[in-house]
């Protein structure tokens, strides 16, 4: 009978490709056979309730070869997939939840006995675009600083999602919230140095979900943002204070935060530049609608044209204490 078995027979198979060994009339594997990966017939079970394989479905009748993708069909319903997001730290918060919640913030300016500010509340929704109002001198550039642990308060929580910003979360929480000054300091020497920090800095720190600005991007902000013009050799501080915040804004936007705190990013700039400036921060909502914006501003018509809403920070200070005249 040896002459009439096929190779694989003779090697110690099955005619179907199955080990034979001694003793044994069962046909064990290492691997499924093949018919595991066809589409089953409409009488197959249904697809497990958990998301792991099951055995393969009895074969009643024919089959067809189907695409063999990562959505492979299981019976007459599609086997249900793993839940995106990765860890619950690095997964971005419901869109029903504000990016950014201020509770109760206070801070007493040294060798003041009162609050400048008091029982601040304010939250900051995902695709919000929120001006922060006030006198010159109330304490908004302070209150900003506040929002990111530049400057200590007397009371008072500040979250980004699930994230509380405490002496231990302060560096995670400062890749989240970026904070933007009127007058950016330096961080390298030339402009180079500064883009090339920026991308150095987002590809170790910032979470993996989050792509950083690549080289060609930043250089396409450049152009957008009307920066195009200047060597990139020159030293940072010889540049305009209007090119200083046009320079810390891509710096800025290469880490890809979900919130912008920026305090009068315009102030410096002619009319064309801030139609620029103010062009990208539209479109930074519009293309990525998770991400939310604090802007400071003296210009009425600026927050017409940019923001849904205004805090008025005269809301939270204290009124002036008067004395009864005998």
Same mark, same amino acid.
């Given at each position: 009978m040896e002459l009439f078995q096929r190779p694989c027979e003779r090697a110690g198979y099955g005619s179907r490709g199955h080990r034979r060994f001694p003793g044994s009339h069962q046909r064990t594997h290492q691997r499924r056979p093949a018919y595991h990966l066809l589409e089953p017939c409409p009488r197959a079970p249904p697809a497990p309730q958990h998301g792991d394989l099951a055995d393969p479905p009895q074969r009643t009748g024919p089959r067809k070869l189907q695409h063999l993708g990562r959505h492979r069909r299981a019976g007459p319903h599609p086997r249900p997939l793993r839940q995106p997001g990765g860890p619950p730290h690095l997964r971005a918060p419901?869109?029903?939840?504000?990016? @950014?919640?201020?509770?109760?913030?206070?801070?007493?300016?040294?060798?003041?006995?009162?609050? #400048?500010? +008091?029982?601040?509340?304010?939250?900051? #929704?995902?695709?919000?675009?929120?001006?922060?109002?006030?006198?010159?001198?109330?304490?908004?550039?302070? =209150? #900003?600083r506040a929002l990111v642990a530049l400057?200590?308060? !007397?009371?008072?929580?500040v979250r980004c999602? !699930?994230?509380?910003?405490?002496?231990?979360?302060?560096?995670?929480?400062?890749?989240?919230?970026? /904070?933007?000054? +009127?007058?950016?300091?330096?961080?390298?020497?030339?402009?180079?140095?500064?883009?090339? =920090?920026?991308?150095? /800095?987002?590809?170790?720190?910032?979470?993996?979900?989050?792509?950083? @600005?690549?080289? !060609?991007? +930043?250089?396409?902000?450049?152009?957008?943002?009307?920066?195009?013009?200047?060597? @990139?050799?020159r030293h940072f501080e010889r540049l305009s204070p209007g090119e200083q915040q046009r320079f810390a804004l891509i710096r800025a936007l290469t880490l890809q935060p979900p919130v912008l705190l920026l305090d009068e990013p315009t102030a410096s700039l002619d009319s064309r530049s801030t139609e620029r400036v103010e062009e990208l921060l539209h479109e930074l909502l519009a293309d990525h609608p998770t991400r939310a914006i604090l802007l400071v501003t003296h210009h009425k018509d600026q927050r017409a044209r940019l923001t849904s809403r205004t805090i008025h920070i005269a809301s939270w200070q204290p009124a002036p204490h008067t004395t009864s005249s005998p």
């Open positions: 419901p869109m029903t939840s504000p990016l @950014l919640r201020a509770t109760n913030l206070t801070w007493t300016p040294p060798e003041h006995t009162s609050p #400048l500010w +008091q029982d601040v509340c304010f939250d900051l #929704l995902p695709g919000e675009m929120v001006a922060l109002d006030g006198e010159s001198g109330s304490g908004k550039s302070t =209150l #900003l400057l200590g308060t !007397d009371r008072g929580d999602g !699930d994230l509380t910003l405490s002496p231990e979360t302060v560096h995670a929480f400062r890749r989240r919230v970026v /904070y933007l000054h +009127q007058r950016p300091a330096p961080l390298a020497t030339t402009c180079a140095d500064e883009l090339r =920090l920026a991308r150095h /800095y987002a590809s170790r720190h910032i979470p993996p979900h989050t792509q950083p @600005l690549s080289e !060609d991007e +930043q250089h396409t902000l450049l152009k957008r943002l009307g920066l195009s013009h200047i060597p @990139l050799t």
